[in-house]
């Protein structure tokens, strides 16, 4: 279905109802924004197969996935609700009154996490359930106070309508504020940057392309009053195999990223775009078994044309540069709007020489870069940009050996893995799903997991205030029953 | 004593050997770094006479004034000391295994706050010394682990020189890596620029003017790679006077506003710049008793001819705006260098009609606007800018009957007050000495408390480590003995 392009007009009368929404939204207990999410879920699972056919159609993912995605949204919806229903994330720290201080009495001062006020998500094309409409951005904002306008993304702008309707009934049954949650459609960067530029935007959230990120990004800066903008953007999450353990696991290593390369065609933030290992046999039998798999993996309908072609054309690009060698590619040659699998290899000289080749290519491709020793591998991750991951695939003992490794990695990525891939990404408190830039713009913050809900707060303190007028998170007989830091000690009192 | 700005050779010396610094100190323990920051508390104290008789040449700061800002100083340091030792900062986030999950296993994450790496601190013009090279931004980043250069403010570079060598001596004592801490000088813009666009600075921390700290956060996200900036820089701080309360008190808020007006010549970010009353017979003997307590006081010296040549420009060019009425002046002329006493009156028609009435006077100055009614008092507020504070004066039966000037308030401002005045930061864990634009650039986090370290530091997790490999806070078996929030409990486990 062809969705009309939302006009400036329409732009603002969202933002001036998002406003209205906000100023009783702000107010509404954790328990009632609690039902509201839950009934978010309960409503997106209602949609039932009409959401999957529809999904299915504008994505060309399968089924399977699709139905996975389905239930990591409803499931962090109502992780959100249970966050929020129990209350205490909102970091209620409270300093009491001492008035026979000297030289000067102390006055009673107690703070807490406050939204920020309306916040514009952007449609993610490569998760149309889990990072669009009703997308863990979504939840958090929904979460945390702020009313959201969700700018859908064209290449599944069908999927997207359906959850806007699911949300719009939850909103009804819940009795939360008319246009707590609105939703756009726009096919053309001006609706993007209209959202962006109006004075009642408070927040931004985005995952997407690095070019799309960084003008989102720079827009927000540029306005009178600067906004934050939490974009995920790019990342190639290095993965680097120590040569003792690859020697003896070349076999289960090469099973294990074959998967991970080549799991929902390559399209993921997390997938592993580059292997770090020293060059010897182990790497030699790894490459070959690697190989093998790649060749026998088959290429997979990409999320959208504009996917396909990007992906052929990085690739191309890239095979096109200096000491770049293919070393497996699918078996079988794909359609126009497939990915095909490929592995190619460089060594860590012409890699350093060479700052394309850092760059992301979207899709079932890995670079793998052939280092000298482990020192030169050192130098390649030093050199490298940000990025929402690092993994490490060797033994403890290994690993305790090149611990600096370790060290330096840490410095570039949100998240360390050890024997693991970075696809598959929890959604639990522990979760940071974020990193330096590029790989978000502000490494400060979680786009999964609980505290993905810190992007849209800010705190606020409230002096003096009689008991009456704190908000009940702050009152002295913590009605609540939440955590609080109360005179430098956390209590549930 | 005249001290040489720092080249592009020593900006670009200095981030390299705090890069190098900080692949160490970033591994230092909580209980070490306390030291450290104890440390520093000490040296400043030892400092004596001397830093006090310098900041005061330097600042035309009274004595008592600059003794007070050391207490504060040595203050912070052993706050932030006392928060690291303890440990449980770090906001440590621990999700068990769960192998037997279905359909896919569960893999045991951990993650807590890391440094974010070199910080640029600016000192401050008005805090010579807690907001100056010992200050809230260094102590903070120091304790959070990132090793810190300050560029000196040109108008008080001794008293920064002889705190830097205390800070050194800490380093030395306490066997820190050395350059975890330097010290430039920098009176051209170019110093400045420079320290914010080397790839190695990873975060700043600013209070000083709109101009400048706009300048330094446009330069930061200009960057190849744009990096935080916190820069706290202008704030009116309204306080709001309800009409009853204000018939009944007009005396005792009139002394304790004109007392909060005149505090340190005005130089206070969070000096009341605007009043916002309701027009009648109480704001009438308001007025009039403020305009006594206005002509007695005496004008001051201020900080530099700098700023007095800004303080007198600005009141001469607020005074000659439409519907501008002097109130009441200082009795006493005052010299070219200092700032006098100043209170003006303008309707609230005029005042909505002219931004420029809204912008900062820094010095001891305030504008009173005149409301028809409390409807029109609230729509001065929707249209104000973000501020550090917002104060209700008032009984609390009048402001629970005006609940919607808080609730509209609260989106203005980082901190509420209720019957006191915006001056007077309390350093602890409740405080929040921030807010909307452009009272900072990041209205998520403050400058002022123990939350001041959130600034500089970023989420980590920790995917399938085996425990010899994670962090001592994140061991299975807490070591540290810190609060975690474990498989979605806070415990001290």
Redesign the interface.
Known sequence: MDHKDASLQEVNAALQAAQVAY?SYK?ISGKKKAEFLNAIADEIEALGADLITTAMRETNLPEARIIGERGRTTGHCRMFAKLVEEG?WVEA???TAQPDRQP?P??D???MS?P??PVIVFGAANFPLAYSTAGGDTASALAAGCPVIVKAHPAHADTSELVARAIQKAIEKTGMPQNVFQHLHGKSFEVGQALIKHPLTKAVGFTGSLVGGKAL??AA?QRP????VFAEMSSINPVILLPESLEKDFEKTALMLASSITVGVGQFCTNPGLILAVDGNGLKNFIAKLGEEIKKALPGTMLHHGIADNYHRRVAQTLAQQGIKIESESGQKGENNQGQPLIASVSAQDFLKNHLLAEEVFGPFSLIVKCKDVTELNTVIIHGH?QLTSSIIGS?EE??TH?NL???L??K????????VPT?V?V?????H?G???AT??????AVGT?AI?RF??????????D??LPDELKESNPLNI?R?RN?E?MKK
């Not at 009053?225 to 934050?228: F, W």
């Not at 990525?413 to 693991?420: D, T």
């Not at 639990?428 to 940071?432: A, G, I, Q, V």
């Not at 713009?441 to 979680?446: A, L």
């Open positions: 100023l107010n205490s720290r409270i300093d000067l102390k006055p001062i107690r703070k406050a920020l006020g990004f720079d800066n009053e600067p906004i934050p940000g403890e690993i305790s611990k370790l060290n330096v840490v410095e990525a949100g998240r360390l893995i050890i024997n693991g598959g929890e639990c408190p522990s979760m940071n974020g330096p830039f590029p713009t502000d490494s400060r913050f979680t505290d810190k707060v800010r705190p606020v303190s409230f002096q003096n205030f009689p009456t007028l955590w830091y430098s956390w």
